[in-house]
């Protein structure tokens, strides 16, 4: 058998071998985000029960929360999703300096998701157990941003791997599990700030 014959079924096959092994990473990050999808599905089921119930559900001297800061908090995070698949774009073009300059864009809109709520958080009147409705505020609030954080994270480390020569020419997983996490969380915050700030 001619040998460029040979090295090129094997070739085939490593390919193949390279894209089953994505796909099932992917399969499995799915399933983890499902998981995580359970997890926050049960917190809105808890906080909407307490919501509907409660005799007094906010706390004493508290008539409603502020929704102008959340607001533009929540349109720079979801508009950050746009941003990360323009990364995911540029990535699939090989074109990683828009890849990093979108990458950091989506990092920058995150962070200042992030520091928008500490600043929430540090004015306001009400603690984790100031009443169940502290307590959810600040469980479902701290929780998802707990995620925000990771997804930085993962956004830095796959940004950090872009430098590495030829580490995306044999699959774009990493970056394609952390959009897709990204935009998890982009989600989850839209349903929250429709519980916790416009149903008020």
């Known amino acids: 058998m001619d ?6 079924e094997l070739h085939h096959a490593a390919h193949g071998h390279v894209h089953d092994e994505e796909g099932n990473k992917m399969f499995g990050f799915i399933v983890f985000l499902i998981s995580e999808t359970f997890i926050f599905l049960s917190f809105f089921a808890g906080y909407t029960i307490y919501k509907t119930t409660a005799i007094d559900w906010l706390p004493p001297g508290v008539s409603g929360l502020e929704v102008k800061d ?9 508009s950050s999703s746009f941003v ?13 300096t828009k890849f990093r300059l979108f990458l950091l864009l989506t990092i920058a809109m995150g962070t200042y998701f992030l520091v928008g709520q500490a600043i929430e958080w540090s ?5 984790f157990t100031t009443g169940v409705f502290g307590g959810m505020f600040y469980l479902l609030t701290g929780f998802h ?26 699959g774009h997983f990493g970056v394609n ?16 700030f429709i519980l916790i700030y416009l149903w008020q």
């Open 70 to 78: 959340p607001a533009i908090n929540t349109v720079v995070l979801v």
């Open 177 to 192: 599990a952390t959009s897709l996490f990204w935009h998890f969380v982009d989600v989850i915050w839209i349903v929250l």
């Open 145 to 170: 941003g707990l995620h925000v954080f990771t997804g930085i994270l993962l956004q830095l480390i796959v940004f950090g791997r872009s430098f590495i020569p030829g580490n995306y020419d044999s």
């Open 84 to 96: 990360i698949y323009l990364a995911e774009r540029a990535l699939q073009r090989h074109d990683l």
């Open 3 to 8: 040998s460029s014959i040979v090295s090129e």
């Open 123 to 127: 004015h306001l009147s009400f603690g």
